[in-house]
């Protein structure tokens, strides 16, 4: 997305804009913004919330009738970044009825993971001007992608992947702060450059489930995790939509379509 166009209706999780005392910028939704939510509950669409900033989370679910998911987020109180959910974050989803749905990537789960990278990072330039000269090679279209994820897993090999066990302790604390109906699988297998041991793609997934299971996780609960809670949230998005689309009718009033975007 336009990251220009994205900043007139809403806040992305990584703008680190501040103000002239140095604080943190975050307006959050605007008024357009808030519009664009209820359109989207309006025709049907999830809304999805996992790349926005806290405020922008906050006013989504206030201009929200339907349940959100944030589809790829951990949690903020193991791993502190931008893009993970604090426990008040998931504590509101969770009164929304939202799914909260964690992310693989090993930077997202393991502080120790993100002090190791950066350390690597200081110690070997020449590496990372590899790696980004790499980047942009895949992105002229002079490599693919096979061949930019195997140097990237070299580079993760050296760092050191987190255990298996760090993704587990996300799982665990989110079900623990907003309950195991409201806790989803995000993995983001396509856009993150490292995974944790054990997991390198959809076949290793059982392994979540055994872990889970060996946690003292029931059935129910873990059907939930691997896919229903997400169900629960298409049928109680559509069953919004048509609701809506009703009252509308109902009151004999042609739907006001959102306006173009304000120019800039």
Not at 84 to 104: C, E, I, K, P, Y
Not at 175 to 180: S, T
Request: hydrophobic share 35%; proline share 5%; aromatic share 6%.
């Amino acid at each position: 997305m336009n990251r220009s166009l994205f900043g007139l209706w809403a806040q992305s999780s990584g703008d680190y804009k501040k103000d002239a005392n140095g604080k943190q910028l975050d307006p959050g939704l605007t008024e357009y913004g808030r519009k664009i939510v209820m359109e989207m509950n309006r025709i049907g669409m999830i809304v999805d919330i996992s790349h926005v900033s806290d405020r922008s989370f906050y006013n989504a679910l206030t201009a929200s009738r339907a349940p959100v998911i944030a589809s790829h987020s951990s949690a903020r109180a193991i791993t502190d970044v931008p893009r993970n959910m604090t426990d008040d974050m998931l504590v509101a989803l969770s009164r929304n009825n939202g799914v909260a749905m964690v992310n693989f990537n090993c930077g997202f789960i393991s502080d120790d993971y993100n002090k190791r990278s950066k350390q690597f990072i200081a110690d070997h330039p020449d590496d990372m001007k590899k790696m980004r000269d790499m980047e942009q090679q895949y992105k002229d279209g002079k490599i693919n992608e096979n061949e930019l994820q195997q140097f990237q897993a070299q580079m993760n090999a050296l760092v050191g992947r987190p255990p298996m066990s760090a993704l587990i302790d996300h799982i665990d604390h989110m079900v623990k702060v907003a309950g195991a109906e409201h806790v989803g699988i995000g993995s983001d297998f396509d856009g993150v450059p490292c995974l944790p041991e054990g997991i390198d793609s959809v076949a290793d997934l059982p392994k979540i489930t055994q872990a889970l299971a060996e946690r003292g996780y029931t059935e129910k609960q873990l059907r939930g995790i691997l896919g229903e809670n997400l169900l629960r949230v298409f049928a109680d998005v559509e069953k919004t939509a048509k609701q809506i689309q009703s009252e509308s009718n109902a009151d004999k009033r042609s739907v006001v379509p959102i306006p173009p975007a304000p120019k800039q």
